[in-house]
Nanobody, 114 residues
Framework: QLQASGGGLVQAGGSLRLSCAVF????????INWYRKGTRTQRTFVAR???????IYTESVKGRFTISKDNVENVMYLEMNDLKPEDSDVYFC??????????WGQGTLVTVSS
């Protein structure tokens, strides 16, 4: 249902744009999120965009990452600027209809070299 892409290797200070293709009407979902794998047992929240276009970011990416969506093409994006080595991780997209089990895409690897 979801397919993430756009990861890669970039130098510190560089940029990447992650994409998450949603194979249904993206407006069906209350919110769509980006998570990263992290080092804990649960994935770590990165950014969210709601059906109405409201956005939320984890503190460490505020001012550097921008989440957006295209309701016509059914794609969500994460624009990642001023990347740091600590941003390196596997990033996952997640789509949520409240009251239902969230849907996850496969991860895309981001590697930032110092």
């Amino acid at each position: 249902q979801l397919q993430a892409s756009g990861g890669g290797l970039v130098q510190a200070g560089g940029s990447l744009r992650l994409s998450c293709a949603v194979f249904r009407n993206i407006s069906d979902f209350n919110e769509i999120n980006w998570y990263r794998k992290g080092t804990r047992t649960q994935r770590t929240f990165v950014a969210r965009i709601t059906r109405d276009g409201n956005t939320i970011y984890t503190e460490s990416v505020k001012g550097r990452f921008t989440i957006s969506k295209d309701n016509v093409e059914n794609v969500m994006y994460l624009e990642m600027n001023d990347l740091k080595p600590e941003d390196s991780d596997v990033y996952f997209c997640n789509a949520q209809v409240y009251g239902r089990r969230p849907q996850w895409g496969q991860g895309t690897l981001v590697t930032v070299s110092s």
